[in-house]
């Protein structure tokens, strides 16, 4: 995360001795204005070079010059940031020494960093620790005094000020707080369930508060991936840096003579030189099919290489953007309901059982109407045990006493029971003269491959923007089977798999009206 400088900005005159309260709360009114003799720049960068230390690739410590990345990031940026980018290109440094200048300039202020892991979390800090250790005297003894410097806070009581960095498996992080800045390192890595980690995180954002979400890509369907998409709907500003914008990936020349056509193409559309092209071909050599989501070409296929979804993504993204949103939600949204039961409809609801723990898995449920095969309504949350028994048959009470699937593997063989016995719900669908649903790996890319073919011959039939998100990560493993990528969820897509697959088997062997088949 250290830096080297492309080329300095114009200086900002400083008096370190003179500057007090006072003098800082004037830089932090005007930090986003740019000066006429500043040429282009604003005050906070300018102020960033004349103030903040970083340390260098040789281990040296020398003032903060931005690179053409940051200068770039500068250009266009705006309250609300996304940064897809290559590795090492000086991003968090920036948004450290930029939310670092906001809180030291701007009393009350509250800034708050995200890392991926807790190792991330140190490093961060150590940078933010630098900023403050290398101020002038005058103002570390003065109006910046700290009353807390510790492992993951520094405080500046003067100005009722806090920086604070966490790592993202926190799960109190920014519980209780209102923040003023937010930076949220490498999300396309945090563990757990991100988009709810970063739901929180945006709760205890002041409304004129300013984010910064950035991450190098890993894979399509992530929580990174679907802010990314979602960029433009959420009015944020999308910033991409490709590798070569970094003036250290050089290596040497390789010869024009040997130059492929892919080469020529990026030298032709992006005035590539015969070094980069060199440094390129090392990386291809070293990181071979990761070469391009760890150092980002453009902004597709550095998410499309790095991950192989299952399902058809061209009619996922289709369906995204055309999917109502629910008529009804329940249980804080845990229940989202499209289509309520009619009088006279047959109804199904296929359960997919979690162990019910605050963490890892969630309990899904799906509601299909038997005709049509049309998704009424879809459950999910860290639900086990007999409050699960009751809720889903609950559910499947109100859907005209809707055929109940339980997937009988490992936590189901107990909802069954506790289906049967302490809720008395008389039709549970039975597989081979048992009850429940049994996922085997001969039945699972059967069931898989079905909804894969309703998806693409009838998306419109599914409503859920969760379902078609969790569809979008469902990847194939490097282990051969199949999966939710890291960090993701799929117990809706595998609820809905066996919502089908029972359909299907109910409508055959039950006598009366055929309707047409769900693929």
Same mark, same amino acid.
């Given at each position: 995360?250290?830096?080297?400088?492309?080329?300095?900005?114009?200086?900002?005159?400083?008096?370190? +001795?003179?500057?007090?309260?006072?003098?800082?709360?004037? *830089?932090?009114?005007?930090?986003?204005?740019?000066?006429?003799?500043?040429?282009?720049?604003?005050?906070?960068?300018?102020?960033?070079?004349?103030?903040?230390?970083?340390?260098?690739?040789?281990?040296?410590?020398?003032?903060?010059?931005?690179?053409?990345?940051?200068?770039?990031?500068?250009?266009?940026?705006?309250?609300?940031?996304?940064?897809?980018?290559?590795?090492?290109?000086?991003?968090?440094?920036?948004?450290?020494?930029? *939310? *670092?200048?906001?809180?030291?300039?701007?009393?009350?202020?509250? %800034?708050?960093?995200?890392?991926?892991?807790?190792?991330?979390?140190?490093?961060?800090?150590?940078?933010?620790?630098?900023?403050?250790?290398?101020?002038?005297?005058?103002?570390?003894?003065?109006?910046?005094?700290?009353?807390?410097?510790?492992?993951?806070?520094?405080?500046?009581?003067?100005?009722?000020?806090?920086?604070?960095?966490?790592?993202?498996?926190?799960?109190?992080?920014?519980?209780?707080?209102?923040?003023?800045?937010?930076?949220?390192?490498?999300?396309?890595?945090?563990?757990?369930?991100?988009?709810?980690?970063?739901?929180?995180?945006?709760?205890?954002?002041?409304?004129?508060?300013?984010?910064?979400?950035?991450?190098?890509?890993?894979?399509?369907?992530?929580?990174?991936?679907?802010?990314?998409? +979602?960029?433009?709907?959420?009015?944020?500003?999308?910033?991409?840096?490709?590798?070569?914008?970094?003036?250290?990936?050089?290596?040497?020349?390789?010869?024009?003579?040997?130059?492929?056509?892919?080469?020529?193409?990026?030298?032709? +559309?992006?005035?590539?030189?015969?070094?980069?092209?060199?440094?390129?071909?090392?990386?291809?050599?070293?990181?071979?099919?990761?070469?391009?989501?760890?150092?980002? #070409?453009?902004?597709? %296929?550095?998410?499309?290489?790095?991950?192989?979804?299952?399902? #058809?993504?061209?009619?996922?993204?289709?369906?995204?953007?055309?999917?109502?949103?629910?008529?009804?939600?329940?249980?804080?949204?845990?229940?989202?309901?499209?289509?309520?039961?009619?009088?006279?409809?047959?109804?199904?609801?296929?359960?997919?059982?979690?162990?019910?723990?605050?963490?890892?898995?969630?309990?899904?449920?799906?509601?299909?109407?038997?005709?049509?095969?049309?998704?009424?309504?879809?459950?999910?949350?860290?639900?086990?045990?007999? #409050?699960?028994?009751?809720?889903? %048959?609950?559910?499947?009470? +109100?859907?005209?006493?809707?055929?109940?699937?339980? #997937?009988?593997?490992?936590?189901?063989?107990?909802?069954?029971?506790?289906?049967?016995?302490?809720?008395?719900?008389?039709?549970?669908?039975?597989?081979?003269?048992?009850?429940?649903?049994?996922?085997?790996?001969?039945?699972?890319?059967?069931?898989?491959?079905?909804?894969?073919?309703?998806?693409?011959?009838?998306?419109?039939? *599914?409503?859920?923007?969760?379902?078609?998100?969790?569809?979008?990560?469902?990847?194939?493993?490097?282990?051969?089977?199949?999966?939710?990528?890291?960090?993701?969820?799929?117990?809706?897509?595998?609820?809905?798999?066996?919502?089908?697959?029972?359909?299907?088997?109910?409508?055959?062997?039950?006598?009366?009206?055929?309707?047409?088949?769900?693929?």
């Amino acid at each position: 995360m250290s830096q080297q400088s492309d080329s300095p900005a114009a200086p900002i005159v400083l008096r370190p +001795q003179q500057l007090n309260r006072d003098e800082l709360i004037r *830089f932090g009114q005007i930090l986003d204005q740019r000066p006429a003799r500043l040429g282009g720049f604003t005050v906070a960068m300018a102020l960033a070079e004349g103030l903040l230390r970083v340390r260098t690739r040789d281990g040296r410590t020398a003032p903060l010059r931005a690179n053409a990345v940051q200068r770039a990031y500068e250009q266009r940026r705006g309250t609300r940031n996304i940064v897809l980018k290559a590795r090492q290109m000086g991003l968090t440094t920036w948004a450290a020494a930029r *939310f *670092f200048l906001k809180t030291i300039t701007q009393p009350g202020t509250l %800034t708050l960093e995200v890392a991926h892991t807790q190792e991330a979390a140190e490093e961060i800090f150590r940078i933010v620790h630098r900023f403050h250790a290398c101020l002038p005297a005058a103002l570390r003894q003065g109006p910046l005094r700290t009353s807390r410097a510790n492992v993951r806070q520094i405080a500046f009581p003067h100005i009722d000020s806090q920086y604070l960095v966490v790592s993202a498996g926190d799960r109190n992080a920014g519980r209780g707080l209102t923040l003023q800045n937010l930076h949220c390192s490498e999300l396309a890595r945090w563990p757990g369930d991100p988009a709810e980690t970063l739901a929180g995180l945006r709760a205890a954002l002041a409304p004129s508060g300013e984010v910064v979400l950035e991450s190098t890509p890993d894979g399509v369907g992530g929580c990174f991936h679907q802010e990314w998409q +979602q960029a433009d709907e959420t009015a944020t500003v999308r910033h991409f840096f490709p590798w070569w914008m970094e003036r250290r990936y050089r290596a040497e020349p390789v010869d024009p003579a040997t130059l492929t056509a892919d080469e020529r193409d990026l030298i032709q +559309q992006h005035h590539l030189t015969l070094r980069q092209i060199g440094f390129r071909r090392q990386l291809h050599a070293s990181f071979r099919g990761l070469a391009r989501q760890e150092y980002a #070409e453009d902004d597709a %296929t550095c998410f499309r290489l790095s991950g192989d979804s299952v399902f #058809e993504l061209a009619v996922l993204q289709a369906r995204l953007a055309t999917a109502p949103p629910p008529v009804e939600t329940r249980r804080n949204g845990e229940l989202e309901i499209w289509l309520p039961p009619l009088p006279g409809k047959q109804y199904l609801v296929a359960v997919d059982p979690a162990g019910g723990g605050s963490e890892g898995d969630y309990s899904a449920a799906q509601v299909l109407e038997m005709e049509t095969g049309l998704q009424c309504a879809e459950f999910a949350a860290h639900l086990g045990g007999l #409050e699960l028994a009751r809720f889903v %048959t609950a559910l499947a009470a +109100q859907y005209n006493h809707a055929w109940l699937v339980i #997937e009988r593997n490992n936590h189901g063989a107990g909802i069954l029971a506790l289906a049967h016995t302490a809720c008395n719900y008389p039709r549970i669908f039975q597989q081979g003269g048992q009850p429940g649903w049994l996922t085997t790996s001969v039945s699972r890319p059967a069931v898989l491959g079905r909804l894969d073919a309703a998806l693409v011959e009838h998306p419109e039939r *599914f409503f859920s923007r969760r379902l078609l998100a969790e569809c979008r990560s469902f990847v194939r493993l490097p282990n051969g089977s199949t999966g939710a990528r890291p960090g993701t969820h799929d117990d809706r897509v595998l609820a809905m798999a066996i919502a089908l697959a029972a359909r299907a088997q109910l409508l055959e062997s039950h006598s009366g009206p055929r309707p047409p088949a769900l693929p």
